[in-house]
Nanobody, 118 residues
């Protein structure tokens, strides 16, 4: 089964940067689309960015131009570089994986807290 583990969250000032990483294991990484999500208190989980095995990407409008998703297929990791952070970016960030034959994400990491102070 797929296992995911995020790291890299923390506290940062508004305008700062953080880099999140997610390690994938248990299945063939090259068969999975990887995504980063976040969930703020009282809000639904939001897809921020996703990347295919061929490294095609797409982003939510809320993070476009500030966040960059990347993957290292050899290391089976996916990263999220977050720049120009705002207090509204405060949330628990989750790594997700979905097999290319599936239409929904069904594998999740435990989440990592990102807090942006004003």
């Amino acid at each position: 089964q797929v296992q995911l583990a995020e790291s890299g969250g923390g506290l940062v000032q508004s305008g700062g940067s953080l880099r999140l990483s997610c390690v994938f294991w248990g299945r063939d990484f090259s068969a999975y689309i990887m995504g980063w999500f976040r969930q703020a208190p009282g809000k639904e989980r939001e897809l921020l960015a996703q990347i295919t095995p061929g490294r095609s990407t797409n982003y939510a409008d809320s993070v476009k131009g500030r966040f960059t998703i990347s993957r290292d297929n050899a290391k089976t990791t996916v990263n999220l570089q977050m720049n120009s952070l705002k207090p509204d970016d405060t949330a628990v960030y989750y790594c997700g994986a979905r097999a290319m034959i599936r239409s929904e994400y069904d594998n999740w990491g435990q989440g990592t807290q990102v807090t942006v102070s004003s």
